[in-house]
């Protein structure tokens, strides 16, 4: 079970923020961006203090003899001795952008200022679910690298990434799964409220 901080900053200015740990020891400071309380605690929706990005890696297949074109397909790393394997070179290219990659908690972050976001370079990702459609994410090209030969890109998502956490009756706060149908519910109204704002 991943473990939580809950730190209400003293400066009522601030933003309130929570730190995720991860079961590797890994830390994600986010923003609390809404919270509502609910019968078994309250309920927060969080977004990571810093920019989430994201490592697809290439497999090329030719896809039409005649014209002889190969068809590129991106695949989302999620292989956590992967994302470990590939991470210098990563954090290396990454460098030439003035942006600094961190190995955190629940996804990869950099921080520093994000490159114009232009339209050759949204990649809309294809995300499959439980569902009979795919959802699709639009994310933004950051850098390109090879890892032993094997072509990898860098890219962060155009909408923002949202955890929804409980802060229970016990003082801690642990993620919850937005999967569950009583949960859709109360993502809806933190998000709806969040929009109201």
């Known amino acids: 079970m991943s473990s939580f901080e809950y730190n209400q900053e003293s400066d009522s200015e601030d933003i309130d923020r929570v730190t995720l740990t991860d079961e590797m020891g890994r830390t994600l400071d986010c923003y609390v961006e809404n919270a509502m309380e609910g019968n078994d605690g309250t309920y927060l929706l969080l977004m990571p203090v810093d920019i989430p990005v994201v490592i697809l890696s290439w497999d090329s297949e030719e896809e039409d003899s005649e014209d002889n074109e190969e068809i590129s397909n991106a695949v989302l790393l999620e292989d956590q001795e992967e994302i470990e394997e590939v991470f210098p070179d990563a954090k290396a290219v990454l460098a030439e952008l003035d942006l600094t990659l961190k190995l955190t908690a629940f996804t990869l972050t950099v921080t ?50 949202l955890f929804l956490a409980k802060y229970n009756l016990l003082g801690k706060v642990e993620l919850v799964s937005p999967e569950d149908e009583e949960m859709q519910v109360i993502l809806e109204e933190l998000l709806f409220d969040d929009i109201d704002e």
């Open 112 to 161: 520093g200022e994000l490159p114009p976001i232009e339209d050759d370079g949204i990649l809309t990702l294809e995300l499959e679910n439980d569902g009979p459609s795919l959802d699709s994410e639009e994310l933004q090209f950051l850098k390109d690298f090879y890892h032993h030969e094997q072509k990898y890109s860098i890219y962060t998502p155009l909408s923002p990434l």
